[in-house]
């Protein structure tokens, strides 16, 4: 039989439990591939850590390079931007098919690591890179390649949804439930990615790049993060019948795409209200399949392990069979277009003064925008003598959206913009 040596790099979270894995059920995945699979060693910067799984300390080392040198295959499980990028040019540049789970990486120099694949004949995989152990890049690249994708909806990352969850279940505060998302081994290392939504635009600009057959990077994506969503803008979302969740939404906009993520509201009675904890669920919308809908857990070691290992397998095999795998396709060369003519529904939080005439003023102003509104309401607000007023309006373009929020903002009468935020899912 054939012998297939493997390289980790990374035991953290999702590394060791590669490690556990490939070395318990090396037998089997062997049989699965068709060849002895033997892992070589494992790179991390301290030997001496002690790890969520522990293999033998024989395979752990400081030299990762040397491991690529002698390695068939390398599965990156480190993160970050570098060393990771040369270390994987490195592997792809030398015929060596790699396994990823980078986003952060392939989000960034995805278009650089493909040219390198394709020029060695390697193959570079990554199918952990979004939504965790959820099969959503194989299916947009493979199931859906004779199809013609419209649009992708989904809660993309676990760590900010296990925050808005338990915000929005057990009130807890924002802080306290990014605490115990890190100790879930949810979170990036640097949890800023999460929460200020990069994490979640570097997976859209991926899936964009993959379902609309063109380069997209992350600078592609406009991103807004949850820091600023409060107690207050979860308990409004859920007394209007909304839940807030952090949508990325990558859509057919004209002649180009429109790759955005941002806090969103979302019905109760929507599916994607029901996603809870650290799971992920991506909406997929397809000219001739219609609606599909993967969902899953979008994070976590073992989780996340499984979607590496099926894309070892699946590379494995083709080595065995022979022949390279196949170069993703960018014919299309789609554009990027920005934020202004994108056209969805939008909930408006204002803080004004109680006094007559204030509500009837503010709806004028929407009038005179061309921004219908669907729904009213307002509340006394309990810190003094002020009133919260609540708008939801119908279908309008962002740009109209700001222009109305400029012009709102430079009232008198209204004290502050507490929240703009889309709604989807109507
Ligand atoms: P961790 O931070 O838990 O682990 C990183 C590992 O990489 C550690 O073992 C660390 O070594 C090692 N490492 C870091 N830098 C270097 C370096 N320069 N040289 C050698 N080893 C290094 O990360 P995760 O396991 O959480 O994530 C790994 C990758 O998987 C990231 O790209 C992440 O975005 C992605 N991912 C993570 C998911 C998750 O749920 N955690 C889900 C989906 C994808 P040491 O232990 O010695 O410090
Ligand atoms: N930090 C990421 C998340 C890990 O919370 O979704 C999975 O990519």
Known sequence: MKKIKVALLGAGTVGSQVARILLE????????????????????????????????????TTDAESLIDAADVVIELTGGIEPARTRILRALNAGKSV?????????????????????????????AAVAGAIPILRPLRDSLAGDQIQRVLGIMNGTTNYILDQMDTT????????????????????PTADVEGLDAAAKAAIVASLAFHSEFTLADVHCEGISAITAEDVQAAALDGYVIKLLAICERQ??????????TLVPREHPLASVHDAYNAVFVQARDAGELMFYGPGAGGAPTASA??????????????????????????????GMD???????????????????????????????????VRQVKDRSGDSAVIRLVTHRASDISVRRTMAVVDSLESVREIISVVAVEGE
């Open 25 to 60: 059920d090396a037998v089997s995945l062997g049989q699965r591939i068709g060849a002895d699979i033997e892992l070589i060693g494992i790179a991390v910067r301290d030997v001496t850590s002690s790890r969520d799984w522990n293999a033998p300390a024989s395979l752990y």
């Open 308 to 337: 590496v290992l099926g894309d070892f397998v699946s590379l494995a095999r083709r080595m065995v069979l022979g022949g390279s795998g196949v170069p993703e396709s960018t014919y299309a060369g789609l554009c990027a277009v």
């Open 171 to 190: 009130g807890a505060q924002f802080s306290d439930a990014l605490a115990q998302a890190q100790e879930l081994g949810y979170a990036e290392a640097d």
């Open 99 to 127: 396994v990823s789970g980078n986003k952060a990486l392939l989000a960034q120099h995805g278009a650089e690591l493909q040219a390198a694949a394709k020029a060695s004949g390697a193959q570079l995989s990554y199918e």
């Open 254 to 263: 004209g002649e180009g795409i429109n790759i955005r993520v941002s806090p």
């Open 341 to 375: 003519e994108v056209v969805t529904r939008f909930a408006i939080g204002l803080r004004v003064e109680d006094k007559l005439g204030v509500l009837a003023n503010v709806s004028r102003i929407f009038a005179e925008h061309g921004v219908s509104l669907q729904a």
